[in-house]
């Protein structure tokens, strides 16, 4: 397995609660269960950036894995979906890419992006929409269902005065008129765009003029346009030895930039991508659908979410796992005062974790409908973001790690230690895989 | 004159103080000198943007403002200097740029850009340093006295794994292997780059690896490698209606990334350009040898310092104005004491007023050697960043203007509103020049 020395970032606490090997840290989780009929119910959710793969390179033990997962056919064996943060692309390509690499076939539909949520908040479907990103993302905008797109580009091309910062790029000798653009009404931030300079300039531009950018800025006391971000990875492992930055670090130069012109907070109207309850939400969809294809009848029980990340992969399937145990506890009282058992909201503080809202239900999945499963376990895998082998680790983690000092999750997100506590970690995917059909009692070979 | 209407921003503390027309603000002011002998022994410091020129349109007036000041030989009656934060260029070409714009003579050593100063600061001119701006940045560090320039093109093309934010830009096929570079000593923000992602990633880098970036992130906790930053400024004014990002804004993203990662600040070793008194030491010196080829033999007394941003030109002008009189004190203090009055290091908060160093004298201007002006007085012109006819004026300024909420100056500097007053308030730089001369008793015409 690569081996990786990484910076120690905010993850120190996880040293002192394993030994090496794959270890059962969490210890709320359940340790023994028999599913005595028909398949294991249970599904698989992958990361793939510094899980199945670093850059464009193959992590060493992934295609084995998946020669397991799947039967003589081709058919998986349970269900499994690869959840990423990455946007900027099609599913369609990205399914394509993991085939390729995994050597396994990956249907569009076991992929999920970090946008791929935005399907359910069709209230912004018909708005003129800004989007920011690089890659596709007008294409992907269409595909998730927004019918009015505006990207940067066609924005600096109707206002030729707005976008100075690169001397070569200013306008030349006689001053173009600005054209005529309909009103921006939301701004849709996909994933990190290339000229940082270019987007923020302008996103900060719609935003003060209430999505007219040829007016003048306008007082920043009145709530600001909906800003929906995809996305919120501060740091991800490609082939440099050091992480690299993501969309997070975008979003960063963005809330900073606002308030440092305006005085006032950045406000977002969804935050979507792991860690985000939304997005287990619509991961939790697919799983189902995948079973159903399996032609399993037996809902899904439990999920296991395979991870490099701990503030995205394992923050993101803790906070779930909590928000599952919060409506299942609903359910049985609502049992108990002798109503049907379905759930209409619950008031878990796992899925209102943040001041933003669209973290939890607010796209409105229908999780009344149909069985939830019981929890959701993370596994945390170390060919990636987290390494084991982090150097200068004090003896006592609370003296480095605090809310002030180092916490790599968004803004918006509150920094809760137990949240990054993985149920398990382990060395890589293959073991993480294994680790999995053992817990539940699954022959994998 | 163009009128504009701008965004309230954090001026409006401005709006109580003053009427239309030019109007004396400042009550600290002298108002009556008698200059007895030779020509009137004052200098004119001019800001270019939102002063002479937006964008590469000319303010109206600037050119005829222009005429008045020069002989029928074309001399200058006063000593003249150009103060401007842009920086991204080179001496030369703002000043043949000038000469263009206002029909008059300006001759390289009457311009000062944001990084001039560096040139004093030679105990960097050995180092390797690594430069982050735009245009022709490495010839600007060899003509400041850098003798080892490394760019972000040439730290991308060694370490072509380290810059992956652009998709397009990602290395193809087979991973290029890293060149050996040699350790970075510095670094150096001469002005805002193009492509932010990238600068940012690489700087960040070089900061975190203690300037050899194919290392290992290191802890945080030492300190890091020198960063002087040139060109604090967050807007300026091109030809669109509302102010563009300027450098400060750069500056506000690097100093958020860098603290989101390490849990600390990063730490200027030096910030030059306006409002930082290096900057006015190093313009005073310009305006010194101006004042000797027009054969002035007699100290100048006063200077005027003309600009459109508080922030900038006005809070700069009274800083140094505030070091100025600090300076005369300290020495009229050692005369009493029976000293020589050569003034060796005056303990003035004036020149210490930021936490970083290189803000005062620490790159040694000999103001020891030769007499200093009296003083400096402000004057803000409304055809640029600010503007009196700002909108939704509050009646009682101090409820929106705070530090925490609308404070346009850098971090590093700290909120003082006495330091944002103006002298003068005019409408264009005409009046700015003629109440300059009236003040003076020098006739212009």
């Not at 120690?8 to 394993?18: E, I, N, R």
């Not at 935003?207 to 740091?235: E, I, K, Q």
């Not at 990636?384 to 916490?407: A, M, W």
């Amino acid at each position: 397995m690569q081996r990786l020395k990484i910076w120690k970032g905010g993850w120190s606490l996880l040293k002192s609660s394993f030994e090496r090997g794959s270890t059962h840290v969490n210890r709320s989780e359940p340790s023994s269960r028999a599913y005595s009929q028909g398949p294991s119910p249970f599904g698989l959710l992958f990361d793939i950036d510094g899980v199945l793969v670093r850059g464009r390179t193959p992590i060493p033990g992934a295609k084995q894995c998946f020669k397991k997962l799947v039967d003589r056919n081709g058919k998986y064996k349970v269900p499994v979906v690869f959840v990423t943060n990455a946007g900027n692309c099609m599913r369609q390509t990205k399914a394509e890419h993991l085939s390729q690499l995994l050597e396994a076939e990956v249907s569009p539909d076991q992929v999920m992006l970090s946008h791929s949520p935005l399907r359910m908040f069709t209230q912004f479907h018909k708005m003129s929409v800004l989007v920011s990103g690089q890659g596709p993302v007008e294409e992907v905008a269409h595909n998730l269902g927004f019918e009015d797109v505006v990207t940067i580009d066609t924005l600096r091309e109707a206002y030729p005065l707005l976008d100075v910062v690169d001397h070569d790029r200013r306008p030349k000798d006689k001053i173009p008129p600005t054209k005529g653009l309909r009103k921006i009404d939301a701004v849709i931030l996909f994933g990190e765009p290339v000229r940082w300079e270019t987007n923020l300039q302008l996103i900060v531009d719609v935003l003060l003029t209430n999505g007219s950018p040829d007016n003048n800025w306008a007082s920043a006391r009145s709530p600001h346009l909906p800003v929906l971000a995809c996305n919120m990875d501060l740091l991800w492992m490609a082939e440099a030895k050091n992480p690299r930055f993501g969309h997070g670090m975008f979003l960063v130069c963005l809330e900073n930039l606002y308030k440092k012109v305006t005085g006032y907070d950045l406000k977002y109207e969804a935050l979507i991508g792991k860690p985000s309850v939304v997005t287990y939400n619509y991961a939790e969809q697919l799983i189902r659908q995948q079973a159903e294809k399996l032609g399993w009848t037996t809902p899904v029980k439990r999920l296991y979410a395979i991870g490099d990340n701990p503030m995205a992969d394992i923050y993101g399937a803790n906070l779930y796992n909590r928000y599952l145990q919060t409506v299942h506890l609903d359910k049985v009282q609502l049992k108990a005062k002798g109503g049907s058992g379905a759930v209409d909201a619950p008031t878990d503080s796992a899925a209102s974790q943040t001041s933003s809202s669209g973290l939890g239900r607010s796209a409105g999945g229908g999780e009344a409908e149909h069985e939830l499963p019981e929890g959701c376990s993370s596994i945390l895998v170390c060919t990636g973001v987290y390494s084991k082998d982090q150097e200068e680790l004090p003896s006592d983690p609370s003296e480095t790690v605090t809310e002030q000092r180092i916490f790599h999750g968004h803004r918006d997100f509150r920094f809760d230690p137990s949240l990054m506590q993985p149920s398990f970690v382990v060395n890589d995917v293959q073991e993480a895989v294994e680790l999995v059909f053992q817990q539940e009692r699954w022959p994998l070979e």
